[in-house]
């Protein structure tokens, strides 16, 4: 028999439960639960409930003991920059916001008071984001000075979570690197930046690698879920876990880490803090074995998300992209990435708005809508590439697209088709996958990163799409 790992992944749009286990030399993957998620609106407020996500956690676990496949190990990866602060009980004591809360507007400013914005990405390396980590404890420290003042630790989504499951405190690097605080030179939370800020230091807990062991389950937990198996941390940040699942053994490759947000770049082994990156706002957050993911944040499939949920989820995505390729002749385009697609009223008005503002043709119907999302998506990644050619002087041959949004056959077309260069779309479930990978790898199941990835390259099937004016001349 096989042993069975566990990954927990949830994503600001949903969370699944993954059990994953290696025979005859491939990996093999069973959903067993999966779950809605989203941020609530409270009285303005955008915020996470912690409450139900935990326990929907524990349902998950719960399923693995009803159908007999019990995990040896488990881990919990999520998106990025959100936290909880915990009091000297161990409690949270404010509401956990979400980063699409407007609370964080102007606050860069207050931060860059304190630190000019090229010296923060000089010694951070983190793209700017008026969501980021660093923004949001400012926010608390002008907005909510009497929650920060009872806060005696941070912790990470993910890491809180964990926490719940073993009673064991441990912030993870992958995702502490997303908070605009750690250096990339010591892997390691920058204490001189943290007291610039004006920040509790002692709250911060020192960032362990991905592989480490938090530890078992609690007593009551395990009683409840019906198991005890260990904890490990993986690459918590999702897309740490998702490029860990690339299928490019030597990791040298374009990648689109493709959900809710779009994640493009390459892997360095060295962080590119440059004022040219800076100015491009390239980002370089955490990887597995102190490698940096060199990426822009796009704003990705949360656009095709919110207009589909506006029009009722009537319509599946398969059939907003084919409703998106009978219009495709549509001329108007989006800039993806401007700050009025990130939590508006309606997303649908939005891009018309943007539409109308810009001399445009207005979209009317569904499928329109589609097609103006899709071809502005496919642009901005030919765009982003070209930039990440020039930044790194590097040529790449194809883009790995990985994640949920590799499924989109026709954003995969068109990205092909914008960037002139091959499209590798897979595996979907990437996110998953490279958690299991890091559990693998801390049990010995796995050797190496390069060995889990050719592992995964032999074990999920990838589509290849190839650029429309290659297949001319063919």
């Known amino acids: 028999m096989c042993s069975y790992y ?50 929907e956690i524990l349902n998950g676990m719960k399923k693995c003991a009803e159908i007999g496949k019990i995990p040896v190990s488990m881990s919990i990866d999520t998106w990025a920059v959100d936290y909880v602060l915990l ?12 980063y699409r809360d407007g609370r964080t507007r102007g606050i860069e400013e207050e931060v860059y008071r304190l630190i000019p914005e090229a010296e923060l990405y000089a010694r951070t390396g983190i793209q700017r984001q008026s969501f980021n980590t660093i923004y949001q404890l400012m926010a608390d420290r002008l907005q909510r000075p009497e929650l920060l003042s009872k806060a005696r630790t941070f912790l990470m989504l993910p890491d809180y979570f964990q ?29 001189e930046l943290i ?26 937990v395990a009683k409840e879920v019906g198991f005890n198996c260990k904890v490990v941390l993986c690459a918590s940040h999702d897309t740490a876990s998702a490029v860990m699942a690339m299928p490019a053994a030597d990791g040298k490759a374009l990648y689109i880490s493709s959900g809710t947000w779009s994640l493009m770049g390459v892997e360095l082994t060295e962080a590119d803090c440059s004022e040219e990156s800076r100015r ?12 940096f993911r060199y990426l822009k944040n796009i704003m990705g499939l949360w656009m095709i ?32 990435s401007d700050d009025c697609f990130l939590a508006p009223e309606s997303m649908t008005e939005e891009i018309r ?75 979907g479930e990437a996110t998953a996958i490279g958690n299991i990978m890091a559990q693998m790898l801390h049990s010995g199941e796995l050797k190496n990163l390069s060995d889990a990835r050719k592992c995964v390259f032999a074990s999920f099937d990838v589509r290849v799409f190839v650029p429309e004016k290659e297949k001319a001349a063919q």
């Open 305 to 336: 998300q919110s207009v589909r949920h506006e029009y009722e989820d009537a319509y599946s995505f398969a059939e907003l992209c084919s409703l998106a390729e009978q219009a495709d002749n549509f001329p108007s385009r989006v800039d993806v």
């Open 6 to 55: 566990l990954a927990v992944d949830i994503g600001a749009s949903s969370g699944r439960h993954m059990l994953g286990c290696k025979k005859d030399g491939k990996l093999y993957l069973e959903e067993v639960y999966r779950f809605e998620n989203r941020m609530e609106n409270r009285d303005g407020r955008l915020l996470w409930d912690t409450k139900r996500l935990f326990a």
């Open 195 to 220: 007291r610039l800020l004006g920040l509790p230091e002692e709250m911060f807990l020192p960032l362990q690698m991905p592989g480490t062991e938090v530890g078992m389950l609690k007593e009551c």
């Open 353 to 427: 708005s943007y539409c109308r503002r810009t001399g445009q043709l207005v979209p009317e119907t569904v499928g329109e809508l589609a097609c103006v999302i899709y071809h502005s998506l496919a642009e901005c990644y030919a765009k982003t590439e070209r930039e990440i050619e020039r930044n790194t002087g590097t040529h790449y041959d194809a883009i790995h697209i990985i994640g949920g949004g590799s499924n989109a056959a026709y954003l995969n077309q068109l990205t092909a088709d914008a960037a002139g260069k091959k499209v590798c779309a897979g595996p």
């Open 280 to 291: 491009a706002n390239f980002t370089n957050e955490g990887g597995y074995e102190h490698r």
């Open 87 to 98: 009091d000297e009980s161990d409690e949270v004591p404010g509401d956990t916001y979400g």
């Open 163 to 191: 926490f719940l499951l073993t009673g064991k405190k441990c912030s993870e690097y992958t995702n502490g690197t997303s908070t605009q605080l750690a250096d990339p030179r010591t892997f390691q939370w920058d204490m």
